[in-house]
């Protein structure tokens, strides 16, 4: 049996860092979304290995997702009121139309710039 194309527990071929294929990764590594699942964060640790697959979605046919140690992750630090108070506005600012000045109740697009109604009264240029 010939072994998968992305076996390189020991970093050779990938760039350094010890690679595997999808599902197949060794017990005590997680990938940030399993991390945060389990309430943790790296904790400023530096990558351990990838895990890499075969994908239509990326250009280059290759998804990556990096691994971190569990056993050197740390508890997600909890959100104080004044970061809720700082998401909130930051939120805020990207709901609010720079145009006309009102809330839109949605991000704004960025490739407009402007809340839709906004958007549809300029005239289109030439």
Do not use: K
């Not at 979304?33 to 697959?53: F, K, T």
């Not at 997702?65 to 506005?89: K, N």
């Not at 720079?98 to 549809?120: F, K, M, N």
Request: glycine share 8%; with cysteine; proline share 10%.
């Amino acid at each position: 049996m010939a072994r998968p194309r992305f076996w390189d527990p020991q970093g050779e071929r990938f760039g350094g860092i010890p690679t595997y294929p999808w599902r197949m990764a060794p017990a005590g590594l997680l990938t940030r979304r399993q991390l945060r699942a389990r309430g943790l964060r790296p904790n400023g640790q530096d990558v351990a290995a990838q895990i890499m697959w075969r994908s239509r979605r990326s250009t280059s046919g290759v998804r990556v997702a990096y691994l971190y140690r569990l056993t050197l992750a740390a508890p997600v630090r909890p959100m104080t009121e004044g970061r809720r108070r700082a998401l909130a506005a930051a939120n805020t600012a990207r709901r609010t139309c720079p145009a006309c000045g009102r809330d839109a109740g949605y991000v704004l697009p960025a490739h407009l710039g402007t809340c839709l109604p906004c958007a549809d009264a300029m005239p289109l240029a030439a």
